[in-house]
């Protein structure tokens, strides 16, 4: 089982919709980010966390640490949303975090005009 | 800042050449990490640095793959020799305490085998 679980795998939405990216994960965590991958490759940081909720702009994250869970929602969906959006959580260990971040498969969504 | 920089953005070689990627970090970040992306497995850490030292090469596919971080701007990622399986994106990435401070990826370097 990955630790890092992301659902669902593809998404296809009406311009306008909202949509709703979920990650599970099954280790403690200092963080959890939320990253964009556009059709030409760039990776790019949306949102970093380790609680409660953040918005910018059309998305807002959220974050459940007792559930080991966070959502990422884009409100007003439109075609240039389309891209990857890949969960990835820093892991807490022994008390301590080091550097490295566990990813998920990602989640390629399409917004359609 | 002109953001973590790539080089080359594009390598096409034959199994059994040496490759060599290179990544200049932002300025002031004190963290670089080596990520590999494939259709198959997602983005993988290969390894990381802090402070111009590495901290954690478990990521490392086997002996062909090598890295260093001369200095605190500069850092390289070798494989030598290369084969087939190696083809995919590579990614280099910086930041600052990274459990507490997003990371700035390159742009990639896209690498394929013959």
């Known amino acids: 089982k990955n630790e890092v679980e992301q659902s669902p795998q593809n998404l296809t939405a009406q311009e306008g919709e909202f949509i709703t990216i979920n990650c599970s994960y099954s280790?403690?965590?200092?963080?959890l980010h939320w990253l964009q991958q556009h059709p030409g490759g760039g990776i790019v940081s949306l949102f970093m966390?380790?609680?409660g909720k953040k918005k910018h702009g059309r998305l807002i994250a959220t974050i459940n640490i007792q559930e080991k869970h966070s959502s990422l929602h884009i409100t007003a969906s439109h075609p240039r949303d389309s891209a990857v959006y890949i969960c990835?959580?820093?892991?807490?260990?022994?008390?301590?975090?080091?550097?490295?971040?566990?990813f998920g498969k990602g989640t390629k969504l399409s917004v359609k005009p | 800042d002109a953001g973590v920089i790539q080089s080359p953005r594009h390598e096409v070689t034959e199994m059994g050449q040496e490759v060599t990627l290179r990544c200049k970090p932002i300025?002031?970040?004190?963290?670089l990490f080596w990520y590999r992306q494939t259709m198959m497995r997602g983005l993988e850490l290969l390894i990381y640095?802090?402070?111009?030292?590495?901290?954690?090469d478990s990521g490392m596919p086997e002996d062909r793959f090598s890295a260093k971080m001369p200095n605190a701007s500069f850092s390289t990622l070798k494989i030598q020799p290369s084969e087939p399986r190696d083809s995919a994106v590579y990614f280099c990435?910086?930041?600052?305490?990274?459990?507490?401070?997003?990371?700035?990826f390159g742009p990639g370097t896209r690498l394929t085998v013959l």
């Open positions: 640095f802090n402070n111009n030292v590495p901290i954690d």
């Open positions: 966390l380790s609680s």
């Open positions: 280790v403690g965590i200092s963080a």
């Open positions: 990835a959580v820093a892991p807490l260990y022994y008390g301590g975090s080091q550097g490295n971040l566990i």
């Open positions: 300025s002031g970040h004190d963290y």
């Open positions: 990435a910086s930041s600052l305490r990274p459990s507490y401070n997003e990371q700035f």
